[in-house]
């Protein structure tokens, strides 16, 4: 199974500002997606990162709260844009090795807005 | 729509059998999974039914019925470390899955 990182691990910010969440891993992959899971819920899909492309975002989400990139193979960022309080969750990125196969994820990033 | 619906608490014994029932209704199917995720830890996967029948994997067996659009996961001899929140996913086509809320477990002694 893949390695994947996430930094950072945790943080604290204030309202308004932005904060941009790394995911390495130590394998090419094509296809990465982004989670947030906030307290005491399940995991709910942001965005599917594609190398090359532009990521696709789900209902409710879009790229100018939560842009993406994807510069390769191996890494993605998430930014969490202009942060409210509601924002306030743990963000996850994890990887498929094809259709249908497990999700790996990583340790995820446990932000709280002040 | 898509849905998936899953009891939200359960508590067991130490040692003793706990089904963990999911039901789900999704505009598509390739598989279901079955997520373990201790508190504060990232999901790590326990299972995956893409066909129907029992899966058993250890101490724990996943079951799936897609007609039925059910699925249980069944844990023996269960053991303290066990307590977290347990979660059904159905992978609806292409690379998407979708979460339910979870079950949080609880393990009594």
């Known amino acids: 199974s893949a390695v994947i990182s996430q930094k950072p691990s945790r943080d604290i910010c204030q309202r308004g500002t932005s904060l941009t969440i790394q995911c390495q891993v130590d394998?090419?992959?094509?296809?990465m997606f982004w989670y947030r899971q906030q307290p005491g819920q399940s995991l709910t899909l942001i965005a599917t990162?594609?190398?090359?492309?532009?990521?696709?975002?789900e209902s409710g989400f879009v790229i100018d709260k939560f842009p993406i990139s994807r510069p390769n193979l191996t890494f993605s960022t998430l930014t969490v844009s202009n942060m409210s309080p509601e924002d306030s969750s743990i963000y996850l990125c994890?990887?498929?090795?094809?259709?249908?196969?497990?999700?790996?994820f990583g340790p995820g990033t446990r932000l709280t807005v002040l | 729509g898509q849905n998936i619906d899953q009891p939200t608490e359960m508590t067991a014994t130490e040692g003793a059998i706990v089904q963990i029932n999911c039901t789900y209704q999704?505009?598509?199917?390739?598989?279901l999974f079955w997520y373990q995720q201790h508190a504060g830890e990232a999901p790590t996967f326990l299972s995956y039914?893409?066909?129907?029948g029992l899966e058993e994997k250890g101490r724990f067996s996943s079951f799936l019925s897609r007609s039925k659009g059910y699925s249980y996961l069944l844990l023996k001899e269960l053991q303290m470390k066990d307590s977290a929140s347990y979660l059904c996913?159905?992978?609806?086509?292409?690379?998407?899955?979708?979460f339910g809320a979870g079950t949080r477990l609880f393990v009594k002694a």
């Open positions: 994890s990887l498929s090795p094809g259709t249908g196969n497990e999700q790996f």
């Open positions: 394998s090419q992959v094509t296809m």
């Open positions: 990162a594609n190398q090359g492309s532009e990521a696709t975002y």
């Open positions: 999704t505009s598509g199917f390739n598989g």
């Open positions: 039914n893409v066909l129907d």
């Open positions: 996913a159905v992978s609806t086509g292409g690379f998407k899955t979708i």
